[in-house]
């Protein structure tokens, strides 16, 4: 199994944690794990050097604090396995001009550009490349990944038809149980760390505890004064209960129980709360790797040491069913 996430923030946004990070975690368990860094994809779009710099070193270290144990997981960043690029080139010559610009996500980003680069037209393959290097038949995505998995499906059957059988063609992991974290400020959109979010919209997994308590007595709701749960007609609501529901485990029945006849401060207050005591101890592992660089450093170099084995003879072996010519040994 195989996920990654991009270093396109100082913090990932709460609605990562929630919804994929913390699934991570739990799929350690009974699965052979890679969580990489995604710093290729990053350069997709404008970027500043230093910035993507810092930013992917606490990428890695918010994962470490989040749950993810490189004991148990291969932890590692993107670049720092150069089979990743060799692959989506590979896998680019057999992946249609048509097939890539029919992904919506490059239709939603290329309106946001000023200039277009080739990288985000073919982020997809890159991101089927990620996957198949490590023969991965699990993929943890949100439906707005679901497009571009089913291209790395037919990217893998497209290369097993014409070369033999070597990528198994990945199926969607998307847990029943992940939470929806809508954005504060416009609770019909999802939570991002992008542009289209407001910086009282997006709760993020570092925010300080006042920013936290700010950005809750600020989260839209609705002029009905009742608490319950129904993302059509409340969606700002639905959305704090999901988010109380996320932290503390209660079930969303019985919080819409527990909060009958009290009014929405009552509420923000509480989600406030159990958002910064669930989410204290990861900022202090998260300070306590930033603090150490050279060990975090060494632990990505580990993971990437650990995905090469790997990925090192599965494009070897795509390389030669695709008729490329192994180097001779020195």
Not at 173 to 198: E, F, G, V, Y
Not at 235 to 242: F, I, R
Not at 289 to 301: F, G, S
Request: charged content about 25%.
């Amino acid at each position: 199994m195989l996920s990654g996430i991009q270093p396109t923030a100082d913090s990932f946004h709460f609605g990562n944690y929630l919804g994929a990070l913390r699934q991570w975690v739990a799929l350690q368990d009974d699965h052979e794990a890679f969580y990489c860094v995604v710093d290729l994809h990053a350069i997709t779009v404008e970027y500043e050097p230093k910035a993507l710099r810092e930013r992917t070193r606490r990428s890695a270290a918010q994962l470490l604090a989040a749950g993810i144990d490189p004991e148990r997981s291969t932890l590692f960043v993107q670049s720092h396995v150069p089979e990743h690029a060799q692959l989506a080139w590979v896998l680019g010559c057999i992946t249609g001009f048509g097939e890539a610009g029919r992904m919506t996500q490059f239709k939603d980003k290329s309106t946001r550009q000023e200039q277009v680069s080739v990288g985000l037209f073919t982020y997809p393959v890159l991101q089927a490349a990620d996957i198949l290097l490590y023969l991965a038949d699990r993929v943890p995505v949100g439906e707005d990944q679901r497009q571009h998995l089913e291209l790395a499906r037919d990217i893998a059957q497209r290369f097993n038809a014409r070369y033999g059988e070597l990528f198994p063609p990945p199926q969607a992991a998307i847990p029943p149980t992940a939470a929806r974290i809508s954005d504060l400020q416009d609770p019909t959109r999802k939570m991002s760390t992008s542009s289209l979010s407001s910086e009282d919209g997006r709760l993020l997994m570092l925010d300080e505890p006042d920013a936290i308590r700010r950005k809750f007595r600020r989260a839209v709701t609705d002029s009905e004064g009742t608490i319950r749960h129904d993302w059509n007609a409340k969606p700002g609501v639905s959305n704090l209960l999901e988010i109380l529901h996320g932290v503390s485990g209660e079930e969303i029945p019985a919080l819409e129980a527990r909060y009958a006849g009290q009014g929405y401060g009552h509420l923000k207050n509480d989600v406030a709360e159990a958002v910064i005591e669930h989410l204290a101890p990861i900022r202090e592992r998260h300070a306590a790797l930033m603090a150490d660089t050279a060990e975090l450093d060494r632990l990505m170099a580990v993971g990437a040491s650990r995905a090469r084995e790997i990925a090192a003879p599965v494009l070897a072996e795509a390389k030669t069913r695709m008729g490329l010519l192994p180097p001779a040994s020195a």
